[in-house]
């Protein structure tokens, strides 16, 4: 008996191209516009993002302490930096 499958999204691979697109975007940000904090702070997003897509594929306990540790450490540095000079 023929059943249909349903067609899920190669949910590693866009965590990939997520975190891939933190460097571009931090690279970009920091040649382009000279700002480092700005860079920083984009690249954090996007891999925190990649971080909780990944968690949503991968629900354990590993995973949902990499994500509580990605978004400690984005929450730190992103206070650093507003705090900086």
């Known amino acids: 008996m023929w059943r249909?499958?349903?067609?899920?999204?190669?949910?590693?691979?866009?965590?990939?191209?997520?975190s891939a697109a933190?460097?571009?975007v931090g690279l970009f940000?920091?040649?382009?516009?000279?700002?480092?904090?700005?860079?920083?702070?984009?690249?954090?997003?996007?891999?925190?993002?990649?971080g909780l897509l990944g968690l949503a594929v991968n629900v354990s306990w590993a995973a949902v302490g990499s994500a509580a540790a990605?978004?400690?450490?984005r929450t730190i540095v992103k206070t650093a930096l507003r705090s900086a000079p």
């Open 29 to 50: 940000i920091v040649f382009l516009c000279r700002q480092l904090a700005s860079a920083i702070a984009a690249a954090l997003d996007l891999w925190m993002a990649a």
């Open 22 to 24: 933190g460097v571009v």
């Open 70 to 73: 990605i978004v400690a450490i």
């Open 4 to 18: 249909a499958q349903a067609r899920v999204a190669p949910m590693p691979a866009v965590v990939l191209m997520v």
